[in-house]
């Protein structure tokens, strides 16, 4: 088939009308009617009844407009590969990121840097931890900001600094009307959003938790996991239960009248933001002096003043 036959079958299908086809495909109905004919000859075989409420498909009709719709779909993920080719550039360095810390940092960064290297091609790739450490060890990036303590084999890391992960709730009852600092058995029995189950900052809290009271997460009462904060802020603002964010998402969200910050008698659950790097891997220049840059050029007040180390 040709891919203006494809084009009248598929339309035809979806209006079950000629004259509403021709109309989309901007032809007249004649005209329509005779490539219909057209590709029924082909085929030797009827493709459609005529109605007197418009087209119904043959058997045949139905296999062939089967067929046509899977070589549309094809044909748009050509398109998407060929743009994919035309849109793609070779980055100079390449450097991971993780969801919060490294997302909130790394873009403004970038562009500081451009100032000074406009040749620098920068690709900046998001992701959770387990799979930026991985990336490392392949050397499909040159470095990474990454959340919490990283111990793996081969891999060198540098503390930037130390944020904190905070409690926010829904403004509403019992959340709002619990003395602060709230207790750690009412936190237990308080319905829970848990984040990013793979990402490092899970595994500050579980660390916490268990280290202090010998409890894991899944001691928590867990209702729901999402995967991006959005979803997982919007899950608090909705009434669905209280979550722990970091203060880089914290600040988004300080405003915001549907949500509320509170204590928890408990010590600050800190964690470290650390450039992580493959230390058996040969670094290029350009991207040793990127990656130092991000070392000098941490905006002031990021990090938790009394944990900087």
């Excluded at 360095?93 to 919060?100: H, L, N, P, T, Y």
């Excluded at 450490?133 to 600094?161: M, P, Q, R, W, Y």
Aim: glycine content about 6%; hydrophobic content about 40%; overall charge negative.
């Amino acid at each position: 088939m040709q891919l203006d036959d494809i084009e009248v079958l598929v339309t035809v299908a979806e209006t079950k009308s000629l004259s509403q086809a021709a109309e989309k495909l901007y032809m007249s109905r004649p005209g329509l009617s005779q490539k219909i004919a057209n590709i029924e000859s082909r085929f030797g075989m009827k493709l459609y009844e005529r109605t007197s409420t418009g087209v119904v498909p043959t058997p045949a009709g139905v296999i062939v407009t089967k067929f046509a719709r899977k070589m549309t779909s094809l044909e748009s993920l050509l398109a998407a590969e060929l743009a994919a080719v035309d849109e793609n550039f070779d980055s100079t360095i390449e450097v991971g990121m993780s969801f919060a810390d490294g997302v909130t940092l790394l873009p403004a960064l970038v562009k500081k840097f451009h100032d000074l290297h406009s040749d620098a091609l920068v690709h900046l790739e998001a992701g959770y931890e387990p799979g930026l450490l991985k990336k490392l060890k392949d050397g499909d990036i040159n470095f990474a900001i990454l959340e919490n303590e990283s111990v793996e084999e081969g891999i060198a890391t540098e503390t930037l600094g130390y944020s904190q992960l905070l409690f926010c709730a829904p403004d509403k009852p019992p959340y709002n009307s619990t003395p602060q600092p709230v207790k750690i058995k009412t936190l237990l029995e308080w319905p829970m959003i848990i984040y990013e189950w793979y990402s490092g900052r899970h595994m500050v809290g579980n660390r916490h938790f268990r280290d202090r009271y010998g409890l894991s997460l899944r001691d928590h009462n867990m209702v729901a996991r999402f995967d991006t904060h959005e979803a997982m802020m919007n899950g608090v603002r909705a009434g669905l239960g209280w979550a722990s964010v970091p203060r880089c998402i914290a600040r988004r969200y300080r405003n915001d009248p549907n949500i509320i910050w509170f204590e928890v008698d408990t010590d600050p659950m800190r964690y470290p933001i650390d450039l992580a790097w493959n230390a058996e891997r040969a670094i290029s220049p350009l991207a040793l002096e990127f990656m130092d840059f991000v070392r000098n050029n941490i905006p002031d007040g990021y990090f938790c003043s009394d944990d900087k180390q």
